[in-house]
């Protein structure tokens, strides 16, 4: 039996100066969104050994706060849109238990659970806000079923059927009403209207063991419900002013089908390579579906299907007075996305480590997309435009750390 209980507090407070000249206007606004999210979390659970296997009980409570305070100080001719309104709150309770039951056999394994959830949200919005004259609330009561069936040929040789159901819930940041000026070209916004998004997924899959490799092989489906991104749509509200908005929405169902490869051999007993390659077909079916901000406007998924992989590989070399080297290239190639593809990206990551004192201290340097190749780019058209999106995330970075074992 084990419990836990945990408080945590995050601060987001960013603002944008606009610097805006063209050959309509020379505009200066401001603006400021600070957010202060809340989070508590209570936990138990239960693990109790059986003579084949083991059972195991848990129940959880989740309970986050995150109100916004949005400041606005418009220029001469400023483009940030009006009655937006000065603040929201955003409020989720989760109450979830789960069991689990694992049955271990001489040639078969029997994993099964159920995770039973209910949620209540709501999202309250500033009455000074013309664009989303309703607050929303509402709650969901949803099981999450698993099983899994594992068939062990020999003890390095296994089949295993695999089956579950999980939920991706959009947070504030997806929810909020503020828009984000840090693009007012192509200006972020979110949608509190958003609900959650659901998939089931099916997968077949083989894993052979060797002395120092495994090689696994899978086959799967997944089916997605109520997927939400975000949309493109252009803004002809403003004559003087070309404006993309990009707002999160629910964009219908999709299905992912593919096959993972992975394997891993120790090369020496210093040197370990491991890598993987996901080979998937994705379709995304049609859909059209209503925007509401700045102004009530249809939008239209078109039905589109192609084919896209990933790959990775990692080399871990340990060498002489404890240094440790570890090298890790990855890649993934254009994909489609609704309204239009995800181009192509690539990662080269390094890492290095060294203990001493007895392996009681660590110190460690590493490197992240080394060549800054990997943030997201998006080319999509629509309707009177288009657009090339990129969004480099942090996804260069450099850390030096230090650990110490008392």
């Known amino acids: ?119 209540n949200v709501f999202y ?19 099981l999450f079923p698993s099983v899994r069936l594992t068939y062990k040929i020999k003890d390095n040789n296994k089949f295993s059927i695999f089956y579950n159901r999980r939920i991706d819930r959009p947070g504030e940041p997806e929810l909020r009403v503020f828009p984000k000026y840090d693009d007012p070209e192509l200006l972020k916004v979110g949608n509190p209207y958003l609900r959650p998004q659901f998939t089931d997924a099916f997968e077949l899959a083989h894993k052979y063991s060797w002395e120092g490799g495994s090689f696994f092989t899978a086959v799967y489906h997944r089916m997605i419900q109520d997927q939400y991104m975000r949309i493109f749509s252009f803004d002809d509200s403003n004559p003087d002013y070309d404006i993309v908005n990009r707002i ?22 210093t040197w370990k390579v491991s890598g993987n390659f996901n080979w998937f077909s994705n379709q995304i079916n049609a859909y059209q579906g209503i925007l509401l901000f700045p102004f009530e406007r249809t939008f239209t998924i078109q039905e589109s299907t192609a084919n896209a992989w990933t790959g990775k590989i990692t080399s871990g ?21 609704p309204q239009g593809e995800e181009l192509a990206r690539s990662s080269i990551d390094f890492g290095l480590k ?53």
């Not at 848990?58 to 940030?80: E, H």
């Not at 309250?124 to 949803?142: C, L, M, R, S, T």
């Not at 340097?365 to 969004?391: H, M, P, W």
């Open 317 to 337: 070399l340990e060498l002489p007075k404890n240094f440790t080297i570890q090298l890790t290239c990855v890649y993934y190639s254009k994909k489609n996305v």
């Open 124 to 142: 309250d919005v500033d009455p000074a806000n013309g664009y989303y004259p309703e607050n929303d609330k509402y709650d969901y009561f949803e």
């Open 1 to 119: 039996m084990s419990a836990n209980a945990q408080y945590t507090q995050g601060l987001e407070d960013e603002t944008y100066l606009l610097n805006d000249s063209s050959a309509v206007q020379v505009g200066r606004d401001k603006t400021n969104i600070r957010a202060i999210e809340n989070t508590t979390s209570l936990s138990t659970d239960y693990v109790r050994p059986l003579q084949s296997g083991r059972l195991e009980l848990g129940a959880k409570m989740r309970v986050r706060r995150l109100p916004v305070d949005n400041t606005i100080s418009p220029g001469n001719q400023s483009i940030i849109y009006p009655d937006l309104g000065t603040f929201s709150d955003w409020g989720e309770n989760l109450y979830a238990g789960y069991i689990n039951y694992l049955l271990e056999k001489e040639k078969y394994d029997i994993e099964a659970g159920l995770r039973a959830e209910q949620t």
């Open 248 to 269: 999160y929405q629910n964009t219908g169902s999709a299905t992912n089908t593919g096959v993972e490869l992975l394997a891993s051999q120790d090369i020496l007993n």
């Open 354 to 406: 060294k203990a001493f004192w007895s392996k009681k201290a660590e110190l460690t340097l590493s490197a992240s997309d080394i060549f800054n190749k990997f943030g997201i780019r998006q080319r999509v058209t629509n309707e009177g435009f288009s657009a090339l999106y990129e969004n480099y995330f942090e996804t260069q970075i450099f850390r030096l750390g230090f650990r110490y074992k008392l």
